[in-house]
């Protein structure tokens, strides 16, 4: 059995559940009259949520519970790893200098860990788009052998022996159940709290104090808006879109992207348009890790694009494959990228693990 139709299997075995607790919110998962909502609110620059938080609304105790959950190791089988080990605050939750992550056993993965920033303005998670629901994301992860090789069941038992995590559960959800279904509630609801939203760059589209873009920025920003926007689109710096962007695949792995998931071979070698938000801070780059460096980047997207299947026709309007850009530009469009670090969401102490 492949990897993904083990996640699949996983994935179907738990959607009866969730919809079930959905449907019955009312009942079960009206937050207790001391839990709080928490105060989430949408920046101004930002377009509408793609995920439906209705249902499971973050509240105080719901986002200290999915904290304390986000840096628990017992979250994998051997005890050994967290949310947080490959999800850094520091590097705007990726894994700084991995270009494939180590789960159980230091087996290694096959992709580079994905940032967590703007969650709930996503529509479609992991580079292959494996989940497409904040609650459900979780899974995927936990169930990977090669990452946690846990289950949602099993981890639930480890908790019920925990009397601080009743205590949590219990206030967190009316039913104070220690369950799967929330379990990934109370992950989801720590995960859509955090956004980053406090960049150079927002303040200066919000016309903040602190925003002022210096002359190379600004022409950074206008060759980002030519070039680099029409995929890495909205204040988001995506598009939630699946894409081939000429890139090689790797021949230790031969990563069919999007086609894993869909079983289309028009979905061969496409990946998710990742957001471009604290870029600066989260190399290596692509979904297998392989460029060190903005720079390398842009050399690749100016010089090195292939005619892959399935080639992106943006990167095709041009004399030559992929995107025109001079040493001078490239060194443009890298000073705006650095604009986009928000310093106040990798210090934000409401996204430490607090003991």
Known sequence: MTLFFQRIKHIVWFYPLLILTSCSNDDQYTSIPENSTYAFEIPSNFPSLKQDISNNYPTKYGVELGRKLFYDARLSKDNTISCAFCHEQSSAFT??????????NNLLGTRNAPSIQNMAFQSEYFYDGASNSIEMLSIVPIHNPVEMDETLPGIAEKLKQDSEYLQLFGKAFKNKQISSANILKALAQFMTIMISADSKYDKYVRNETGGTLNSQELVGLNLFQNNCASCHATDIFTDNSFRNNGLLPNPNLNDLGREIVTGFSNDRYKFKVPSL???????????DGRFGSLQSVLNFYSNNVQNTQNLDPLLQKHPTLGIPLNQIEKEAIIAFLKTLTDQKFITNPEFYHKT
């Open 95 to 104: 894994h700084h200098g991995h270009d494939f992550s180590h789960g159980i």
């Open 277 to 287: 938000r604290n870029v600066a801070l989260t190399a290596p780059y692509m979904h």
